[in-house]
């Protein structure tokens, strides 16, 4: 393949922005674990850390502030950097494979079909064998469901078209959001009708160390997929018959970022609810520092959302502590009004576009 040439590249130097971003990550996971309703000093953090990582022991006068660092903040927030990471990641890859600067990993309609089987299990109590797994496995199984219906609806003899993939996609969301409003209008008012919004919003509230590995790895793999495939991306970006002239099959690649994606998506969203705004606005915000090239940005994209969204549950953590916020609506917060700033400045991402 010929490698393609991209619009508006960057001068700024990509391993200085990479490390101020990693640091930046790594002091937002120490303000994440040491801040909340019960604020837990610095060096104890550090020091608990130490003893969980080595296998030490605390004090019983420590052994409470010790369980909320090590078994409730530190998943969490650890978590939390995992999912902007991969929301980021897929973002940049959705923007590219649809040529929408618009588009988020939700365009897809698979946040919407995984919150039918996440609402199956709050509201209708299905499922209930799995126990602490019911609602993780109910929410990626209904989300990869939909990610199927979306391809077969979508596809056509000549491949995925992205017009196509919008339309088919946001069509079956508002199909996907009708059933789950039909289950909690259907639903006994009460606790589960809250916990259905607070999932349908975003939360990290019932993040545990069981479900930080496989959304890690499943973000590690989707991630390293689209960084080898970044020069691919540039093509795509510039149009298929650009992206034909260099090489790359716009419809098989279009297959491929499709079902990467779904998986990485569908994975997210089951551990931590629909949060949006992160893969529409990072991508955007990235692209301003490091031009359009996908080689760059994928680096820094999923730093920059993983340091987002710590920061966005330590807010929703906060403001009306001891009560939580919906992740998602402090996304939706910052997000509006730095979008609405973003498509004022006339910046002009995905190769100029």
């Known amino acids: 393949m010929r490698r393609p040439t991209t619009a508006n590249p960057s001068r700024t130097p990509l391993a200085p922005v990479a490390a101020g971003l990693g640091l930046l990550l790594l002091g937002s996971l120490l303000c994440g674990v040491a801040l909340g309703a019960a604020g837990v000093a610095a060096a104890d953090v550090l020091r608990f850390l130490w003893a969980g990582l080595t296998g030490g022991t605390v004090s019983a006068a420590d052994g409470a502030a010790y369980t909320i660092v090590w078994e409730i903040r530190l998943p969490r927030v650890v978590l939390g950097a995992v999912v902007g990471a991969g929301l980021a990641s897929v973002g940049v890859a959705v923007q590219a494979m649809v040529r929408n600067a618009l588009a988020d990993p939700f365009v897809l309609g698979i946040s919407s079909?995984?919150?039918?089987?996440?609402?199956a299990v709050i509201l209708l109590g299905a499922f209930a064998g799995l126990g602490v797994w019911a609602l993780s496995v109910s929410a990626?199984?209904?989300a990869l469901a939909a990610m199927a219906l979306v391809y077969a609806a979508a596809r056509t003899p000549q491949g995925l078209t992205p017009l196509r993939l919008i339309l088919t996609g946001t069509a079956l969301a508002y199909g996907f959001e009708a059933v789950t409003t039909v289950m909690v209008f259907g639903a006994a008012r009460g606790e589960a009708a809250r916990s259905a919004m607070m999932w349908l919003l975003g939360s990290l509230g019932g993040a545990t160390w069981a479900q930080v590995p496989i959304a890690a790895?499943?973000?590690?793999?989707?991630?390293?997929?689209?960084r080898r495939r970044a020069e691919a991306?540039?093509?795509l970006a510039m149009g298929d018959e650009t992206a034909a002239a260099l090489g790359v099959r716009p419809d098989v690649l279009r297959r491929?970022?499709?079902l990467v994606t779904a998986a990485v998506t569908g994975t997210v969203v089951a551990v931590s609810g629909a949060i949006g705004f992160v893969g529409l606005m990072v991508p955007h915000l990235v692209r301003m520092v490091a031009g359009a090239d996908h080689r760059r940005v994928l680096v820094l994209a999923p730093l920059a959302g993983a340091v987002l969204l710590v920061w966005a549950d330590l807010l929703s953590r906060l403001l009306l502590a001891p009560a939580e916020l919906p992740v998602g609506v402090i996304t939706a917060v910052v997000g509006?009004?730095?979008f609405l700033l973003l498509m004022r400045r006339g910046d002009r991402p995905l190769g100029g576009r």
């Open 256 to 258: 491929e970022l499709f």
């Open 217 to 226: 790895v499943t973000v590690a793999l989707g991630w390293a997929w689209l």
């Open 233 to 235: 991306l540039n093509a």
């Open 113 to 119: 079909g995984a919150a039918v089987g996440a609402n």
């Open 140 to 142: 990626f199984g209904s």
């Open 336 to 338: 509006v009004p730095a």
